[in-house]
């Protein structure tokens, strides 16, 4: 078991009978109560441990409790209890939620609630974004059903992140559709365009060589490799065909560039597993 769980729920219980916004405040700091809760939830994403589940329904009894409870509690000028504590603790109750459909109903259960509109969009979108960390093959299709650029933005995000470890349904054509429909909108480029790259950099699928090709030249630059848009096609265009090509960002050449794409491969490696919720607007 996961010390951060129980860490949380006992932060938790403190949190419910603060008496005071100022006490919430300093609860909530000196505990980093919403940096446990995730780290929590996150450790247990993949748990078949039984034991998991009574804790999990007292985390999801305790934060119930506190959003009755903190609402009500008179705030200081910022607002912030009302404004930002409520808010975090509503979208951890929700992915605690998710959880225990996930320890009790497995996949099916999960895939009930992503299809279920009733239920509230942040509850389902934890639920889906459960799924994809679990990857199984059976989900494909509904992992499929997001990779449309008029789905909502923060499934579509996930599903983009979880194509990469489904490699036996070739999905590189349609990231790199994905990618060509969606760049003319600046926002969800920023958004989307590094986690369809980062797919694309574990498929590794020569499908997108002309689409690094026309990153290479014109693609977005950033000095973080994960987000630039022309070190990702150095990379792949490396990786791919043996040579790195001209670029805007090094249209000189040379070793330093062969120095950076190497830098840059072991970083870009090192996101291959790591999946990126977005706060639902």
Known sequence: ???????????LRDLVSAPSAESVEACWRSRELED???RGLDAVAHSTDPAVVPVLEEVD?????ALDRLPAI????????????VPALERLQHATAAALVAHRFGTAGLA????????????????????????????WPLIRRYLHPEAHYAFLGIAAEAARFYAAERPAGILVELFEATRGDRHLRAFLGPRLLASLFML????????????AIA????PDPRCCEVTHALVMLRRLTGVLGPSSKFPDGGPAVEAWVDTAEVQLAAERFRFRPAVLL
């Open 112 to 139: 009930t609630v992503v299809a279920d509109v009733r239920s509230p969009l942040s509850r389902r979108y934890r639920a889906f974004v459960l799924l994809a960390r679990l990857h199984q093959p059976a989900t």
């Open 61 to 65: 009894h305790l934060l119930g409790l």
């Open 36 to 38: 446990e809760g995730w």
């Open 74 to 85: 008179p705030d200081g000028a910022g607002g912030q209890v009302r404004g930002f504590r």
């Open 1 to 11: 078991m996961d010390p951060h769980l129980h860490r949380f729920a006992e932060s």
């Open 204 to 215: 590794a699928d020569p499908v997108a060589l002309p689409l690094y090709r026309e990153l």
């Open 219 to 222: 693609g977005h630059t950033d």
